[in-house]
C-alpha cells in the first residue's frame, strides 16, 4: 500500500500523545530528569545501552546540531553550518528558546554568536527516558505502511523564528507538532522547475539553489500550519519550507517511499520508459490546449474548415476522393502539430468513416511520418524541461 500523495492536515488526539504534549510542553521535564542522574548512573546506562544496541547510535553523546548566523537555515551542502552539544545543552538552550532568553549556541565554538537548531534527530540517538515518550506513530498512518519508521527529533534552540529553506524529501513525511507552532509552505513536484534544484545526482539534489529571500517570494504554494497537538503529512517528493516558532517541537516519522520500489535495476529502464511516456501524453494535452486557440497557424485550406467544424467529415470524405490532387496537396502542406490536430479530430469518428478520408498508401505515411515527428518533439522538449542528458531513452 501506498501513502497518500497530496499533504493534509491531522489531529493527534490519542491518550499517548496526549501524555507526550504534556511532557514536552513543560520545558523543564526531561532537563529535571537528566540532571537528576549522577555521573555514574549515566555512565552505566550508557554502557548498558551500547551493549543492547550493538554499536547503533552516538558514541560520543553529542548531537549535531545546526548553526546559521540568520533566522534561516539551510540543508544544502554549499552553506550547512553545525556544531556539537550534549544533551544537557540542548534542552538547557529549548528552555531559553521557549521563554524567550537569547543563548549561544556553544561558546567554545566558532558558532558561539549564531542561532541553532536541532534538526533531524533521530530517536536511537536520545536516551530510552525521552525514546519511551515518543509515540510509535501517528494513528492517520495508513495500515499498509508496515515498515518501521525513521523517527526524527527537532527543535527550535532560538529566540526568533527559524526558516528553512525550500527542498524535498524522499519519504513520506508524518510531522507531529508537540510544542510550539510551524508554517509549512508547500509545493507540488511538478513545480520544481520554479524553484532551480540543484542537478540531479549532486549532493543536495533535493534543495533549491533560491537563495533563501528569492524562496520566500515564490507564490502560490499550500500553506499548511501546526501547532501543538496538530501535525502535517508531507508526500515524498513535495517541495516544503518551514517556519518554526521559537521553542517549537517536533517528532517525524519518515516512511520509506516509492524510491526503494524503483531503485530495481531490473525494473529501471522500464520504470523511466513508462513514466517518460506519460510526460510525453501531459506534454501533448498541454499543446492541444495552446494550440487550439490558433489553428490557422499550423493547418491551412479545406483542413482548417474541418478542425474549426466549419465542414463536415462527409465533406473531408469527397475531397479525399473526388479532388486527390488537392487532398494531397492539403496533407502535404500540414505541420506536424497541424497533423496531430486532424488525428485528434479524426479520433472523434468510427475507424471505418476514417478509412473512406485516409484511403491511399501514400497518404497515410504522410501523416505517419509527421505524426512521428510531433511525438519526437514533444519527447524532445520533456528530456530538455527535466535537464536530462541521454543519448538513447528508446
Not at 30 to 55: M, T
Not at 356 to 378: H, P, Q, W, Y
Amino acid at each position: 500500500m501506498f501513502a497518500p500523495t497530496s499533504p493534509y492536515a491531522f489531529q493527534l488526539s490519542e491518550e499517548k500523545w496526549r501524555q507526550c504534549l504534556r511532557q514536552w510542553q513543560n520545558p523543564n521535564f526531561f532537563l529535571e530528569q537528566l540532571q537528576k542522574r549522577n555521573c555514574a548512573s549515566v555512565s552505566k546506562e550508557s554502557k548498558s545501552r551500547k551493549r543492547k544496541r550493538k554499536g547503533n547510535g552516538p558514541q560520543t553523546g553529542l548531537l549535531t546540531v545546526c548553526c546559521s548566523r540568520s533566522k534561516y537555515f539551510s540543508g544544502s551542502h554549499r552553506y550547512r553550518v553545525s556544531t556539537e552539544l550534549s544533551l544537557e545543552q540542548v534542552l538547557l538552550k529549548y528552555k531559553n528558546s521557549v521563554e524567550g532568553v537569547p543563548s549561544k549556541a556553544n561558546t567554545d565554538s566558532s558558532c558561539s554568536q549564531w542561532n541553532s537548531y536541532l534538526s533531524q534527530c533521530c530517536t536511537d540517538e536520545l536516551p530510552q527516558y525521552i525514546r519511551k515518550s515518543i509515540p510509535k506513530c501517528p494513528s492517520v498512518v495508513p495500515e499498509g505502511l508496515n515498515d518501521k519508521p525513521q523517527i526524527n527529533l527537532w527543535m527550535t534552540l532560538s529566540s526568533q523564528c527559524t526558516h528553512s529553506t525550500w527542498h524535498y524529501d524522499s519519504n513520506n513525511n508524518y510531522l507531529c507538532v508537540v510544542s510550539g507552532r510551524k508554517t509549512i509552505h508547500l509545493l507540488p513536484p511538478s513545480e520544481s522547475e520554479r524553484l532551480k534544484p540543484f542537478p540531479e545526482g549532486s549532493l543536495s539534489s533535493n534543495h533549491t539553489t533560491l537563495k533563501p529571500k528569492q524562496g520566500q517570494k515564490i507564490r502560490g504554494t499550500i500553506i499548511l500550519r501546526a501547532s501543538s497537538g496538530t501535525g502535517v503529512f508531507i508526500p515524498e517528493g513535495w517541495w516544503h519550507r518551514v517556519t518554526s516558532r521559537p521553542g517549537t517541537v517536533a517528532i517525524n516519522y519518515w516512511y520509506e517511499g516509492i524510491r526503494k520500489l524503483l531503485w530495481n535495476k531490473n525494473m529501471t529502464s522500464y520504470y523511466f520508459r513508462t513514466m517518460i511516456d506519460y510526460l510525453v501524453s501531459l506534454e501533448v494535452d498541454r499543446r492541444f490546449e495552446k494550440v487550439s486557440k490558433t489553428p490557422e497557424k499550423y493547418v491551412q485550406g479545406p483542413l482548417l474548415s474541418f478542425i474549426s467544424g466549419n465542414t463536415t467529415l462527409e465533406d473531408l470524405i469527397v475531397l479525399a476522393s473526388t479532388h486527390k490532387s488537392k487532398w494531397r496537396n492539403s496533407i502535404l502542406e500540414l505541420t506536424p502539430t497541424g497533423t496531430a490536430l486532424l488525428k485528434k479530430k479524426l479520433d472523434s469518428y468510427k475507424s471505418t468513416e476514417v478509412e473512406a478520408v485516409v484511403a491511399d498508401e501514400l497518404s497515410k505515411n504522410i501523416i505517419r511520418e509527421k505524426l512521428e515527428a510531433f511525438s519526437n518533439d514533444c519527447r524532445l522538449k520533456v528530456i530538455e524541461s527535466m535537464g536530462v542528458l541521454t543519448r538513447n531513452i528508446a
